[in-house]
């Protein structure tokens, strides 16, 4: 018989993150420090309002780009948080998470053989999306000397004519690395000059602890007509399971990305839709509780790591640390492994963000302070014994 599976698809190597998700999912008394994922509940606002477009029987399909009605409160929100001004008839598009903005950003823009700059480590997604797209995937690694921030230099030294897009992941998943104005300006200018266009990914925004708001490149004059901003509702508000994202940017853009999304989805799932209303309207001091929380828990992972005299810089963005384990001599493939046998503690190898992540684990502390508690006294365990062997 003729081969089913096409050559791009059987390429594409697993993600590095549910490897381990699934090892978990089958043993016992594992405490799993891997999963990106709120441990909070969604807010009863939201959900309330959910349960209530249920019961009002509104269970049809919305349009192709989203609830006007959501697509207006995202570019009030954009307005009110970055002073940027979006239409939300014809420059907001509505998704199934962030992650199908991704794709359908490269999807929309990418001619065979155009080349994306992906800083590394990071989301595990956008290599596999450029790929599916016909794109030329560039990795920049990211070095912890910069605080894994990506600089204009290493964004000029990666640029060829062939370069048409540059993924700004920040606040960074698995680093927690932020940029600052001063950083995305720099970039900015290096964008301008070449000509490309930038991916923000922007789902970890308002988890920032810097006591500063966090800065967008589209809030740099200039970026705005050239950039797609990635964002969503999972991890602010807590609502990963109802799947919805939303992207801004040119119209031109958006409406290639929104013909994709209609072929391929139709629309958002419509009672996600109307709770993601009330996320923005009413929930804004539920996010700000749940970031105080994951400042108070960031910082005692750092107290802890300071203890057992692991290096990790200070993250000062989403709920993740990457700390090095490169003192053992072990893969962080195999650290995470033997971390998981010994003392029932999953974290994620930093390989599994990219080549420039190994020698890393990252840890999330979207757990409660209870449960990080009792990891890390596994994980001294676990370390003082490397240091004893």
Not at 283 to 305: D, I, P, S, T, W
Not at 310 to 325: H, N, V
Request: charged share 25%; aromatic share 10%; net charge negative.
């Amino acid at each position: 018989m003729r081969d089913p599976i096409g050559k791009k698809a059987a390429e594409l190597k697993p993600s590095g993150i549910r490897k381990f998700f699934d090892i978990v999912a089958e043993m016992d008394d594992v405490i799993s420090l891997g999963v990106g994922e709120p441990d909070f509940d969604t807010p009863w606002a939201i959900r309330d309002e959910g349960i209530y477009s249920l019961e009002r029987g509104r269970t049809f399909y919305t349009s192709n780009s989203g609830l006007k009605e959501l697509r207006t409160e995202i570019a009030a929100y954009i307005r009110r948080r970055l002073g940027v001004n979006y239409n939300p008839v014809s420059e907001v598009l509505v998704t199934v998470g962030g992650s199908e903005g991704i794709d359908l950003a490269f999807r929309a823009m990418i001619n065979p053989g155009d080349e994306v700059l992906i800083p590394e480590p990071s989301y595990v997604s956008y290599k596999p999306c450029a790929i599916l797209a016909d794109a030329v995937p560039v990795v920049i690694p990211l070095k912890e000397k910069n605080q894994f921030r990506l600089t204009a230099e290493e964004v000029e030294a990666a640029v060829t004519p062939k370069t048409k897009i540059l993924v700004l992941p920040f606040p960074n998943n698995p680093t927690g690395a932020v940029m600052t104005r001063a950083d995305l300006e720099a970039v900015a200018k290096v964008c301008i000059e070449h000509d490309l266009y930038v991916l923000s990914d922007e789902i970890y925004s308002e988890l920032t602890y810097t006591g500063e708001d966090h800065c967008s490149i589209i809030q740099i004059p200039g970026m705005k007509e050239r950039t797609i901003l990635i964002n969503g509702f999972s991890k602010a508000y807590a609502m990963t399971g109802w799947r919805l994202g939303y992207c801004c940017g040119p119209e031109e853009i958006i409406h290639q990305m929104t013909k994709v999304h209609q072929f391929a989805i139709m629309c958002a799932p419509t009672n996600s839709q109307y709770a993601a209303v009330a996320a923005l309207r009413d929930c804004y001091g539920e996010v700000v509780k749940m970031r105080e929380a994951y400042n108070q828990r960031r910082r005692f992972l750092l107290h802890e790591f300071e203890k057992m005299q692991l290096p990790c810089f200070e993250p000062f963005g989403a709920f993740y640390m990457f700390p090095s384990i490169q003192e053992f001599g072990m893969s962080s493939d195999e650290f995470a492994t033997e971390l998981l046998k010994d003392q029932k503690v999953a974290v994620v190898p930093g390989s599994a963000f990219g080549d420039s992540g190994e020698g890393y684990v990252r840890i999330s502390y979207a757990y409660s302070l209870d449960s990080l508690k009792v990891a890390m006294e596994r994980l001294s365990a676990f370390i003082t014994k490397l240091r004893q062997r």
